[in-house]
């Protein structure tokens, strides 16, 4: 049973086209997450959802929108993509908001625009 | 600000070697601290946890220790296998609700 898991797994598109990756969890967490690694591995958080509310948003441009129907579904819509998008997307998701809880990532999405 | 600071690699050992990563932060209040690792391919898992001083965690023969008076968290593995080969991240659980992470080192292991 896949815990975190995101589709697509690969997507390669062109500079200036809109783009959605999906993010789902089954494991009954009220907290989901959006990271981005860039090629050095340098991972950084750009979102994060709990109870479907937004509680941080990182220094990120207005074209990533996050969009959260329930606590189980966390998807991350891109406009306008640009060369610098691409990267390694990663879904996390944890029972809460409190500091010790383990996050649980899921596999990735990569991104490539050309 | 919340930070966290691991030594940069590649690291590269023979198996059965000593491992050590060092890893230092800078917080304010009581974080917890934790290690990720991320096989090739693949996204992060945990790999051990501390959430007050002086805990230690400890899994697959891995072991860290969060030592508030030199606020560090270096993992530390004594015989190191193939398998281990991946990249391991630091990372510190604060007030802000975010986990912040190192860089990452990277770890290749060879037979």
């Known amino acids: 049973d896949t815990a975190v898991s995101q589709t697509p797994k690969y997507l390669v598109t062109q500079m200036g086209n809109d783009k959605s990756i999906k993010c789902e969890q089954n494991?009954?967490?009220?907290?989901m997450y959006w990271y981005k690694q860039d090629s050095k591995k340098f991972l950084k958080i750009m979102f994060s959802?709990?109870?479907?509310?937004?509680?941080i948003n990182e220094t990120v441009p207005n074209r990533f929108s996050p969009k959260s129907p329930d606590k189980a579904h966390l998807n991350l819509h891109i406009n306008s993509l640009e060369l610098g998008d691409s990267a390694v997307y990663f879904c996390?998701?944890?029972?809460?908001?409190?500091?010790?809880?383990?996050?649980?990532f899921g596999p990735g999405t990569r991104l490539l625009v050309l | 600000g919340d930070s966290v600071t691991q030594m940069e690699g590649p690291v590269t050992l023979s198996e059965e070697a000593f491992l050590t990563i060092n890893c230092t932060y800078t917080?304010?209040?009581?974080?917890?601290l934790f290690w990720y690792v991320q096989y090739p391919g693949e996204g992060l898992q945990l790999l051990l946890k501390?959430?007050?001083?002086?805990d230690k965690g400890s899994n697959k023969g891995f072991e860290a220790t969060y030592r508030k008076e030199t606020t560090s968290f270096h993992l530390e593995k004594g015989s190191v296998q193939v398998s281990d080969s991946a990249v391991y991240f630091c990372?510190?659980?604060?007030?802000?609700?975010?986990?912040?992470f190192g860089k990452g080192t990277l770890l290749t292991v060879n037979p």
């Open positions: 990372a510190l659980g604060g007030s802000n609700y975010k986990l912040t």
């Open positions: 959802y709990n109870n479907k509310e937004l509680i």
């Open positions: 494991l009954g967490h009220d907290t």
């Open positions: 501390a959430t007050k001083a002086d």
């Open positions: 917080a304010t209040g009581y974080p917890s």
């Open positions: 996390a998701s944890s029972r809460g908001l409190e500091w010790q809880e383990t996050q649980y």
